[in-house]
């Protein structure tokens, strides 16, 4: 069984900065990648960012590119999602997932169709 756990979200003001972490249960190193995704009330789920746990290789949604940036450490089992410059569309609930036996985040890196384990997302409000 695998489990994540994300943390970090809160309420930060636009231009502000936020740092989630996702605590996987197992070592990364097993897992083809940890993604990023978001769902705002009224809006379509959007994969935000996603980290391969083979290579040194990341996706970003245009939305996010240069304000966002994910990384990992294996030695902790945990994956991050450093936010800055944050603005109020960026408010929603994230979400951290594990291709665990598919393997097509490597293609496919920022659809949730490619992930087969996901934690309970953690809400971020952006908001002055």
């Known amino acids: 069984q695998v489990q994540l756990v994300e943390s970090g979200g809160g309420l930060v003001q636009p231009g502000g900065s936020l740092r989630l972490s996702c605590a996987a249960s197992?070592?990364?190193?097993?897992?083809?990648?940890i993604g990023w995704f978001r769902h705002a009330p009224g809006k379509a789920r959007e994969g935000v960012s996603s980290i391969s746990c083979k290579y040194d290789s990341a996706y970003y949604a245009d939305s996010v590119k240069g304000r966002f940036t994910i990384s990992r450490d294996n030695a902790k089992n945990m994956v991050y999602l450093e936010m800055n410059s944050l603005r109020p569309e960026d408010t929603a609930v994230y979400f951290c997932a594990a291709d665990i036996t598919m393997g097509y985040s490597t293609w496919f890196g920022l659809l949730p169709t490619s992930y087969d384990s996901w934690g309970q997302g953690t809400q971020v409000t952006v908001s002055s």
């Open positions: 197992g070592s990364l190193l097993d897992y083809y990648a």
